[in-house]
């Protein structure tokens, strides 16, 4: 298990259990799932562990395990876009989390997209990385060789995902990360076997193949940060661009490499954190001490958490007028206009600890 990680689960709208893990204090980020998830592996994938490793430290880290993957429930009926986007409303739900930065990997890229544009009140920002619109099978005038590429594609799970030879895995394995060593390419074929079954990858992947929120995505109103490798061979880099052009007011940005998700010696890497943080306001210096209440920040550190003003009053005894005036004061001290800015400010000024 990785290090300050806290597991617990709830339950999809259908019935369907999901496994989230939690990291760190202070305010939420939520991660959309994706389908080669188990969070009791985490620490294994060298990209998963990068981003713990980054957002821990700042945030409340929130990820969870699709359904019919890691530690969630494997039998289920539905798998479908739909079915993705409520098994993140039941996450947010469950961990009473009020606004948050949203980030979208791959396939839960057009998860975010959706949750967003159906929730603009509750993510306060969009971070995108490479992610997509349309996939092979629901583009409205589909090239016969990209439908061709995708019935392959599903043949070769269909025939090689449970198989002991690595063969039929190794052609996703070297889609996903062409510039991988060997022991990286085993180690990920390793996560794969461990993620999904033999089944449920072919149902995923047809689900995936399926996706569509070119309308959605016109829909979203919260600031959004797309990346995309130039060389991505799983999601094309022109995939990535067309998702962001898309979404009103987004802004784009190439990064140099060719594995659909960066390891941390890539100049990717590099590029992605930098453009990360400071779109979230993470690289910015702490500043003078702020004077504080106690009672402002008891407030303050409830609010980051996604508590409401009312549950906020429940335990604190206090009325929810009162629980407004103290926010209002905390917000004035940090120079906030808005209760995210306030917490992300306190949080980066180590006040939330």
């Known amino acids: 298990m990785t290090s300050g990680q806290e597991i617990r689960f709830c339950k999809s709208s259908d019935g369907v259990d999901l496994a989230m893990a939690l990291y760190g204090a202070g305010p939420a980020l939520v991660k959309a799932a994706?389908?080669?998830?188990?969070?009791?592996?985490?620490?294994?994938?060298?990209?998963?562990?990068?981003?713990?490793?980054?957002?821990?430290?700042?945030?409340?880290?929130?990820?969870?395990?699709?359904?019919?993957c890691g530690l969630s429930q494997r039998r289920v009926d539905e798998i479908s876009l739909d079915a993705w986007v409520r098994d993140l409303e039941a996450v947010v739900d469950a961990l009473e989390l009020n606004t948050f930065?949203?980030?979208?990997?791959?396939?839960?890229?057009?998860?975010?997209?959706?949750?967003?544009?159906?929730?603009?009140?509750?993510?306060?920002?969009?971070?995108?990385?490479?992610?997509?619109?349309?996939?092979?099978?629901?583009?409205k005038r589909a090239d016969p060789k990209v439908l061709e590429e995708a019935e392959t594609l599903l043949k070769i799970v269909e025939l090689g995902w449970g198989s002991a030879q690595p063969a039929f895995r190794q052609v996703f394995v070297s889609k996903f990360m062409p510039d991988a060593t060997a022991e990286q390419r085993h180690g990920f074929d390793e996560l794969q076997k461990a993620t999904a079954s033999p089944?449920?990858?072919?149902?995923?992947?047809r689900a995936m193949f399926s996706v569509n929120v070119r309308e959605l995505a016109a829909q979203v109103r919260c600031p959004t940060l797309a990346l995309h490798v130039k060389g991505d061979q799983m999601v094309q880099f022109e995939q990535g661009r067309r998702l962001a052009a898309l979404i009103p007011g987004a802004r784009f940005v190439p990064l140099e490499g060719t594995n659909h998700v960066p390891f941390?010696?890539?100049?990717?890497?590099?590029?992605?954190?930098?453009?990360?943080?400071?779109?979230?306001?993470?690289?910015?210096?702490?500043?003078?001490?702020?004077?504080?209440?106690?009672?402002?920040?008891?407030?303050?550190?409830?609010?980051?958490?996604?508590?409401?003003?009312?549950?906020?009053?429940?335990?604190?005894?206090?009325?929810?007028?009162?629980?407004?005036m103290h926010v209002a004061g905390a917000m004035k001290a940090l120079g906030g206009k808005t209760r995210a800015e306030a917490v992300r400010?306190?949080?980066?000024?180590g006040l939330l600890e």
């Open 34 to 68: 994706t389908w080669l998830t188990h969070v009791e592996l985490d620490h294994n994938s060298p990209f998963d562990r990068a981003l713990i490793n980054e957002f821990a430290p700042r945030f409340r880290y929130v990820t969870y395990d699709a359904r019919g």
């Open 101 to 139: 930065p949203l980030l979208g990997i791959s396939q839960g890229a057009a998860i975010a997209v959706a949750y967003a544009a159906r929730h603009p009140d509750r993510v306060s920002q969009l971070i995108l990385f490479g992610g997509f619109a349309t996939s092979y099978l629901s583009a």
């Open 345 to 349: 400010t306190a949080a980066q000024r």
């Open 199 to 205: 089944e449920m990858a072919v149902r995923y992947l």
């Open 264 to 324: 941390e010696d890539e100049p990717a890497w590099a590029g992605f954190l930098q453009q990360l943080r400071a779109f979230l306001g993470t690289d910015a210096p702490p500043a003078a001490d702020v004077a504080l209440t106690p009672r402002q920040l008891e407030v303050l550190r409830r609010v980051a958490f996604g508590q409401t003003d009312k549950q906020i009053a429940r335990e604190l005894d206090l009325s929810p007028r009162t629980v407004e």
